[in-house]
């Protein structure tokens, strides 16, 4: 029998933040590709299915670097600097997990999807640069301080078997779609 201590049971919730986050981040580069910058739409991901893998990543990096200082208590001066940490180091750890992944992905499928910050200033290698990066350091904020209490709320909503469910599901559909993108570049 699997209780609430049992590691699958702790890591499913991390599961459905992740496609929850992956599949947000895929709306949210479907928007800019579609209203902001009028270039029509195509699949932002690297995979079939709409979601894009590296804001589940970026999401789940958040929750490992910034998850005890959100829950963490303090006085009134560590309530007033929280947000300018949580802004910063959300702009330091998605820059850097944007840039490694444009070294994996090209490393693995010859390029990586997103545009190119080549026309972009403080740009390194046109892989990463100032603009976007400030763009995750806001993003990292609104993501802990807002959209990861309204996501805990809603996943803490479902009850084991539904858990079991949904988590299994995600995890099969993501596996597929690896192996069908796999498949497709060979």
Known sequence: MLTRTNPIRRLQPYVLYFML???FGWCYEVFLEVCIYHWGFTNRGVLFGPY??????GAMMFLLCFGRLMRRRGGKLFRICRPALVFAGSMAVATAVELAASYLLEWTVGSWPWQTYADYAWNFQARIALSPSVRFGIGGVLFLYIMQPLFERLVGRLGPK???IVSATVVVVLCVDIVATVLTYL
């Open 52 to 57: 894009c893998p590296i804001y589940g990543v």
């Open 21 to 23: 986050y992956a599949v």
């Open 162 to 164: 539904a858990m079991d």
